[in-house]
């Protein structure tokens, strides 16, 4: 379970992260991170720990699926708490395929919009580095192109 200092209670604090956030998807789930953000409802001014929120639909499956779903996504943000910047904002949003989904599936999907979001790799490439879609590019060495410049 998540530190009641890291969760994410107000709809007014998941309504920031979601729409001043940035938003990186995945197949499973789509994470929302307003970075270094300052707790409006906190007094004295030192910066708020990071606080995580989650939303599971009714799309994902019936009760006992989504509480599951819930309970796996608090474990592993729960465990990556220390990559979140102070006084960031998370909202953990699970599409219809996170309920059959294996609980390493989930973090693998939360492992790659985390370093997406914060500044790992970049659209189109997975957390291993490898090209998805043609996006990623790794610098001097990418194959298909002549380091020299010339043209042949």
Do not use: I, W
Not at 58 to 71: I, Q
Not at 72 to 95: I, Q, W
Not at 121 to 137: H, I, L, Q, R
Request: overall charge positive.
């Amino acid at each position: 379970m998540l530190p009641t200092a890291n969760r994410l209670r107000r709809r007014e604090d998941f309504a920031t992260a979601v729409r001043r956030g940035r938003r990186a998807g995945r197949p499973l789930l789509v994470v929302h991170c307003r970075s270094g953000a300052t707790d409006p409802h906190a007094a004295g001014e030192s910066v708020p720990p990071a606080r995580a929120g989650f939303v599971v639909s009714k799309a994902v499956g019936a009760a006992v699926v989504r509480n599951k779903v819930k309970r796996r996504l608090r474990h592993l943000v729960r465990d990556r708490l220390d990559r979140l910047p102070a006084g960031s904002l998370v909202v953990v949003r699970a599409l219809p395929g996170a309920g059959t989904a294996e609980y390493d599936q989930l973090a693998r999907d939360l492992d790659a919009a985390l370093a997406r979001l914060l500044g790992g790799a970049p659209k189109g490439c997975n957390p291993t580095g490898a090209v998805t879609d043609g996006g990623c590019a790794a610098g001097p060495g990418k194959p298909g192109r002549d380091p020299g410049g010339s043209a042949q």
